[in-house]
């Protein structure tokens, strides 16, 4: 699997920005890149095993399945796993920085041959996901600070 990493400091309460992405994982279309579709969320509160359907749009490759929940630690961690389509492990990490949050992001993922092939390189692909993770913790910063 590979790995994509990024931290970030947002100028919000740690409560704020760990609800704003755990509690309603249909928010996550307004700040990952790519991300087409959240859909058929199980159940109303976020928990471990809750589940949903997503469809992503990873550079042209246009990927469907299901994820659940597979950790929920409140307020320090949240993590879930695409189960179907493309596995993944998203792994988020919180930490209380005076009135801010400082958030990890760490997203472990399958490729598929197809992507290596339209990229040429594993270290090309990993350069423009290592991007979108930049570009996700940046649009959380637009959205969630005052």
Known sequence: MA????????DAPLDR???????????ATSFIP????ISNV?????????TWEYEFNWF?????GQTRCTKLDRPRSYQFQTV???????TYQFEPKEKAT???????YDVPQNMLARYA??????????????????NLKGLLEE
């Not at 179907?84 to 998203?90: D, V």
């Open 60 to 64: 042209g490759l246009v990927i469907s």
């Open 42 to 50: 199980s159940q109303p509160t976020a928990g471990v095993g809750q």
């Open 121 to 138: 390189s594993q270290g090309a692909l990993d350069k423009m996901n290592q991007g979108r993770a930049v570009e996700a913790l940046t």
């Open 84 to 90: 179907t389509g493309n596995r993944s492990t998203w």
């Open 102 to 108: 400082r958030l990890t992001l760490e997203v472990e």
């Open 17 to 27: 920005v760990y609800s704003f992405i755990a509690d309603r994982p249909e928010a």
């Open 3 to 10: 790995t994509v990493t990024y931290t970030a400091e947002i």
């Open 34 to 37: 790519g991300l087409n579709r």
